[in-house]
């Protein structure tokens, strides 16, 4: 259970063993979500919605079936509360996520030291009970949900960029600028110098940088949006979208020949 899998699972009908039903069914949800947000790119509201609140009910029962659900689940669910406008429980969901896996690397990390000491303890001879106590976490203080299967993958400096970048995007279509803004500039400043880095997360710089150059736009700080935008244009110049808020704050500006 701590790894989301359980060696063999039964059919709920006839309880013969079967492939796991957890994965395959999170499966099945991650291809929802594609199909989700194909329909929001063609404009079909009544199929999304329904396609949505379909796919939020089946999350629930899922993450509802065992007291140690998978992450994965969870971070589908914010996908789907977005595609439908709920932002606001999106941003909660997120925080969740946040909270949880952070929890959970510290609790992993406890258990490993408890592990050492006492191994450290036993070659000496002896054991330090008072030591083992204050380290070792009973099934009484252990929360289930720190058990939550599937811990967020990366490298520490980019392990939340894709979850804090999910939660800046949900900020702009609450028009919370200066939340946005906040989120994104903390990206900028911890965890996209480990991604640039890396050079493994382009998609991401490029909806940081855009998403930056909006908040300024928004908030009618054209020339910093402007500064912001001709940066990105320089490293993504061929990429559809890149030149919108340039655009948009020259034109602010009344620089119309451009």
């Known amino acids: 259970l701590m790894y989301g899998q359980l060696a063999v699972s039964y059919c709920p009908t006839c309880r013969s063993e079967t492939e796991n039903m957890e994965t395959a069914r999170l499966e099945i949800l991650m291809l929802k979500a594609l199909r989700a947000q194909a329909l929001k790119d063609n404009g079909r509201t009544e199929e999304l919605e ?130 946005a803004l906040r989120l994104l500039r903390g990206i900028m400043q911890s965890e996209l110098p480990y991604a640039r880095y890396q050079e493994r997360f382009p998609q991401q710089q490029r909806r940081v940088y855009s998403g930056v150059a909006r908040c300024f736009y928004e908030t009618a700080d054209y020339v910093t949006s402007i500064k912001v935008s001709t940066t990105l244009i320089g490293i993504y110049r061929h990429h559809p979208g890149v030149w919108k808020y340039l655009a948009l704050a020259h034109k602010a500006q009344g620089d119309l020949d451009l």
């Open 50 to 179: 329904e396609l949505c609140q379909q796919s939020l009910q089946e999350l629930d029962v899922l993450l509802g079936s065992t007291a140690y659900p998978h992450l994965t689940a969870l971070q589908l669910k914010p996908d789907f509360l977005s595609f439908t406008q709920r932002y606001h429980e999106a941003i909660e969901v997120l925080d969740e996520i946040i909270r949880i896996d952070s929890e959970r690397e510290k609790l992993i990390q406890d258990m490993l030291e408890l592990d050492e000491h006492e191994h450290t303890t036993e070659m000496n001879g002896q054991r330090d009970e008072e030591a083992s106590h204050e380290l070792a976490t009973d099934d009484d203080n252990v929360r289930p949900e720190l058990f939550i299967a599937g811990g967020l993958a990366g490298s520490p400096g980019t392990k939340y960029l894709e979850i804090n970048l999910r939660k800046a995007e949900a900020y702009q279509h609450l028009e919370s600028w200066d939340d």
